[in-house]
């Protein structure tokens, strides 16, 4: 079983910066990808971006590519989320969820967290 917690989400202007953080724990957790997704109000969930487990090699979504960056501290069980360039588009739940494959396909997560809100005024 793999536990996921989220951070970092709050308030923000059109063009500001926030750093959201997803804690990993659990048996076997350091094998896992870690993945970001968000669901807007009334639209459908949308992945964001994904690392690897091993080789740090990442995937992106096409809306957030250049201006979001994912990445991880093994260290700290932690992956994180930069988001930069926000406009009021990106407002939603943010997620992270785990995968045995690296992907931003939601049907292939195995374990995801409970999300943190992020809004961006204009």
């Known amino acids: 079983q793999v536990q996921l917690v989220e951070s970092g989400g709050g308030l923000v202007q059109t063009g500001g910066s926030l750093e959201l953080s997803c804690v990993v724990s659990?048996?076997?957790?350091?094998?896992?990808?870690i993945a970001w997704f968000r669901q807007a109000p009334g639209k459908e969930r949308e992945g964001v971006a994904c690392i690897d487990s091993s080789s740090g090699r990442t995937i992106y979504g096409e809306s957030v590519r250049g201006r979001f960056t994912i990445s991880r501290d093994n260290a700290k069980n932690t992956v994180y989320l930069q988001m930069d360039n926000l406009t009021p588009e990106d407002t939603a739940v943010y997620s992270c969820?785990?995968?045995?494959?690296?992907?931003?396909?939601?049907?292939?997560?195995?374990?995801w967290g409970k999300g943190t809100r992020v809004t961006v005024s204009s």
């Open positions: 969820a785990a995968t045995i494959i690296p992907t931003i396909f939601q049907s292939l997560m195995d374990y």
């Open positions: 659990g048996s076997g957790s350091e094998y896992y990808s």
